[in-house]
């Protein structure tokens, strides 16, 4: 089992960067596929950017291709998001979630497909 906790968000400017982090706990995070989604209040949970477990693989969904950028870091337990030139309609709680694979380079899209999840971190952007 493991346990994410992410961290990093904010208030900030339209146009401005930010940088959201998950640490997970445990010794295997290499062996799990990690993403970022965001809920914003009323809509549905969205899928952002999934990375695989090898970090060679990475998918982003449409609205944040370009702007946002995910890393991870196997050796500090650590994934990524770099956000730049935000927009208020990036608002939303933004969410890690992992999935143990056996796959290196297998990015998952779907929030059924993951387990694990952070409490997730608040970013606003006003308009």
């Known amino acids: 089992q493991v346990q994410l906790v992410e961290s990093g968000g904010g208030l900030v400017q339209a146009g401005g960067p930010l940088r959201l982090s998950c640490v997970a706990s445990?010794?295997?995070?290499?062996?799990?596929?990690m993403a970022w989604f965001r809920q914003a209040p009323g809509k549905e949970r969205e899928f952002v950017v999934g990375?695989?477990?090898?970090?060679?693989?990475?998918y982003y969904a449409d609205p944040v291709k370009g702007r946002f950028t995910v890393s991870r870091d196997n050796a500090k337990n650590t994934m990524y998001l770099q956000m730049n030139r935000l927009k208020p309609e990036d608002t939303a709680v933004y969410l890690c979630?992992?999935?143990?694979?056996?796959?290196?380079?297998?990015?998952?899209?779907?929030?059924?497909?993951?387990?694990?999840w952070g409490q997730g971190t608040q970013v606003t952007v006003p308009s």
């Open positions: 990375i695989s477990r090898s970090g060679s693989s990475s």
């Open positions: 445990g010794r295997t995070f290499s062996t799990y596929a």
């Open positions: 979630a992992a999935r143990l694979t056996t796959f290196v380079n297998t990015v998952y899209q779907d929030s059924i497909q993951y387990t694990y």
